[in-house]
């Protein structure tokens, strides 16, 4: 399918502000990027590099006063994420040295905090995929997905147990109990169709069968466009934006996704 995706991020500076953004999505195996548009207003210098995970951030210093950035893209994405039940766990030993990141602890994954309760819902399931789909299975069943209610970050302990969360902070809890049985698992921020409201959304993929696979503890099914905007261990990686100094207000933000027909002809590399 193709979709067409936009953010706008308003702002009102108090003072000149430096900002680290990190609003493009890269082409990968599951969704291919054939048009961007990226504007700052007022128009402003950006200098644009690669972090550790891959993700493309953007460096600024915006002056002082209402500042907004706006960003769409045109991108070819599967209708449904892959599914692989029966895929293997992958040893330690075995896995690509990228993917060692995403099995340790983090500050909002405290996966060495999990490693009973991991066993004990995975314990009766094949070792891989079946036992991240049991994790998923049981936040859904324990956590009711509410949209708008996580005001702050909130770590995988702090999360555990409760009756309603946000995709972040399920995520996040996905992420630590995979980790604590030793599956590689990172955090994902992007789009995904069909949220009331619109807003950014939050899932996590898990590495088995040797490959990343998605999992979203907010859905049933894994239908649906999406467009994958950083990966990271947690919630620190991945913030859509990073504000230093004195506190930058954001008055607004306006998140949307769209299907839009096949171009005439698309390039590939």
């Known amino acids: 399918m193709w979709l067409h995706v936009s953010c706008s991020l308003e702002f009102e500076l108090a003072e000149a502000t430096s900002f680290i953004f990190m609003l493009r999505p890269r082409s990968g195996s599951q969704q291919w990027v054939a048009r961007e548009q990226y504007i700052f207003l007022p128009s402003v210098p950006a200098a644009e590099f690669t972090d550790g995970f891959g993700n493309l951030c953007q460096r600024l210093e915006a002056p002082a006063g209402a500042f907004a950035v706006h960003t769409a893209a045109d991108i070819q994405a599967e209708d449904a994420c892959d599914e692989a039940p029966g895929a293997a766990f992958v040893p ?33 399931y094949t070792p891989g995929y ?36 946000v995709c972040r902070d399920m995520a996040h809890l996905g992420i630590a109990l995979c980790r604590a049985l030793s599956i590689p698992a990172r955090m994902v921020v992007g789009y995904f169709e069909g949220l009331e409201p619109m807003d950014l959304h939050a899932w ?33 990686d991945v913030a859509v934006y990073t504000q230093f100094g004195a506190p930058a207000p954001l008055v607004g933000m306006h998140v949307n996704l769209e299907h839009r027909p096949a171009p005439a002809a698309v390039l590939h590399p």
């Open 92 to 124: 330690v030993g075995q896995l690509p040295e990228n993917t060692l990141p995403f099995l340790l602890p983090s500050r909002y994954c405290e996966a060495d905090r999990f490693t009973d309760m991991a066993w004990s819902l995975a314990a009766e």
């Open 130 to 165: 079946d036992q991240c789909r049991a994790i998923v299975d049981y936040i859904r069943r324990t956590m009711a997905y509410t949209p708008g209610a996580g005001a702050y970050n909130m770590s995988a302990c702090e999360i555990n147990g409760a009756s309603a969360a």
């Open 204 to 236: 996590f993929e898990a590495y088995v069968g040797g490959r990343w696979f998605t999992f979203d503890p907010t859905r049933a099914h894994l239908e649906g466009g999406r467009v994958a905007l950083a990966y990271g261990r947690d919630a620190a």
